[in-house]
């Protein structure tokens, strides 16, 4: 598997509070990507980076916010969370877009409650 | 916009049975097509990429522009390829987006 961190794995937070989660990264890859998995959606774009503090929106991107501040780590926010914000959170990394290949992490469980 | 769209969100068939599990896209340009699989309790993972022209477990893939479609085939499924699949498309931007995805269910 490809060097690729999330944490936490599982997390339960109240409406309305702050939410960070955090994806790691020890390949090097200059592109790094936040989806949210829901079904029936299947996997949807929230924000990417293709660069240190270079980050740009996806499709859903209402409500998140993210950073990079260092090319090995990319946060995601929930500045206020939400129940609709209920979801499973996937980062993933490549190395250049278009022909190479994503590596995904395992995962975040978010529960807003 | 460009988007991807997987019909299908259940797909069920014997073993030994062919498979197609379909992928539509709408793009005007020439864009990259991936599909990505998602075994139960493992990460997302690249299955297979239209420009590499290869067959994996089995599996290929052939873009047809005229159609816009990437449909999957594998002429005799089994079991263990029971598993979520993903069709991705990537073009002239870092943005890869994903279609909502077909379960495929693979049955003794």
């Known amino acids: 598997d490809a060097g690729i961190t999330q944490s936490p794995r599982h997390k339960v937070t109240e409406t309305g509070t702050p939410v960070t989660l955090r994806c790691h990264q020890t390949?090097?890859?200059?592109?790094m990507y936040w989806y949210r998995q829901d079904p029936g959606h299947g996997l949807r774009l929230i924000h990417y980076?293709?660069?240190?503090?270079?980050?740009d929106k996806g499709e859903v991107s209402d409500g998140y916010s993210v950073s990079r501040s260092k090319t090995e780590d990319f946060l995601l926010t929930l500045e206020s969370a939400t129940s609709s914000q209920t979801s499973v959170y996937f980062c993933?990394?490549?190395?250049?877009?278009?022909?190479?290949?994503?590596?995904f992490g395992q995962g975040t469980r978010l529960t807003v409650v | 916009a460009q988007r991807v769209t997987q019909p299908e969100k259940l797909l069920s068939v014997f073993k030994g049975a062919p498979v197609e599990l379909k992928c539509n896209y709408s793009?005007?340009?020439?864009?990259?097509l991936f599909w990505y699989v998602q075994y139960s309790r493992q990460r997302l993972q690249l299955l297979l990429r239209h420009i590499s022209r290869e067959s994996i477990k089995g599996f290929t893939a052939d873009l047809n522009k005229g159609e816009t479609s990437f449909h999957l085939k594998k002429p005799f499924a089994q079991e263990e390829d029971s598993a979520m699949y993903y069709c991705a498309l990537t073009y002239n931007t870092d943005k890869l987006i994903f279609g909502t995805g077909t379960r495929l269910q693979v049955f003794p």
């Open positions: 980076s293709y660069g240190v503090k270079d980050t």
């Open positions: 390949e090097n890859h200059r592109y």
């Open positions: 793009y005007s340009g020439s864009p990259e």
């Open positions: 993933a990394i490549s190395e250049r877009q278009g022909l190479a290949e994503a590596f």
